[in-house]
Structure formats: structure tokens, C-alpha cells
């Protein structure tokens, strides 16, 4: 089974910066793709980044510039870079694995974690 556990959430004053990680463990011989989402209150989960195996990566419109996702595959963890932290960015952080192969010719799984909280208030 493939595990997928972030940390580095908490309560942060606006403006301020957090870094999320994301560890994934178990039977993995590859992972295509890793991403981040993020559900508010209220509000359907929402994509925000993604990064590739190879390093390229693709943002939400509306984190850009804010957000910076990286890699590191040889420890299968991710990390969410956030400063200028706003009220609305108040969510339940998650990460995905996606395209997880837990063995050479296993077929393709996603898989996600439990979530972490951010909360941005003074």
C-alpha cells in the first residue's frame, strides 16, 4: 500500500509564509506526478500545483506567484512554498500521487493524503 501523509500546517498571521511537505511511503517504484489541492469551507477541493517527475510544474492562476511547488524523488516528497499568506487561503491542504506505480508493470494509481490544516488569521 502507498501512504501519503503532509505536515506543516498550523495558524498563521496574514502575511506570513508556510512550507508544506508531503511524504509518500510504501511500495512505490514511481511516481509520475505530484500535486497539491486545497478545500476551503464550503467550497469544492481545488487544484492549485503540480509537479512532474522531471521538474516541470503548472499552477493555478490564482496562486501564482505566491506558491512554489517542489520535488525531491529520491525521498518521494513534495513541498507547498507559501508566503504572503492571505485570510483566503484558509483550507485543508492535500496532496495527490498521481500515475503511482507500486511495481514495474503495475498499472497506474493516484492516491491521496488525509490533509492539513492551514488557518491564516490575526
Known amino acids: 500500500q502507498v501512504q501519503l501523509v503532509e505536515s506543516g500546517g498550523g495558524l498563521v498571521q496574514p502575511g506570513g509564509s508556510l512550507k508544506l511537505s508531503c511524504a509518500a511511503s510504501?511500495?512505490?517504484?514511481?511516481?509520475?506526478?505530484m500535486a497539491w489541492y486545497r478545500q476551503a469551507p464550503g467550497k469544492e477541493r481545488e487544484f492549485i500545483a503540480l509537479?512532474?517527475?522531471?521538474?516541470?510544474?503548472n499552477y493555478a492562476d490564482s496562486v501564482k506567484g505566491r506558491f512554489t511547488i517542489s520535488r525531491d524523488n529520491a525521498k518521494n516528497t513534495m513541498y507547498l512554498q507559501i508566503v504572503s499568506l492571505k485570510p483566503e487561503d484558509t483550507a485543508v491542504y492535500y496532496c495527490?500521487?498521481?500515475?503511482?506505480?507500486?511495481?514495474?508493470?503495475?498499472?497506474?494509481?493516484?492516491?491521496w493524503g488525509q490533509g492539513t490544516q492551514v488557518t491564516v488569521s490575526s
Open positions: 509537479i512532474g517527475s522531471g521538474g516541470n510544474t
Open positions: 495527490k500521487a498521481v500515475g503511482v506505480r507500486r511495481w514495474l508493470g503495475d498499472r497506474f494509481n493516484d492516491y
Open positions: 510504501g511500495s512505490i517504484a514511481s511516481i509520475n506526478a
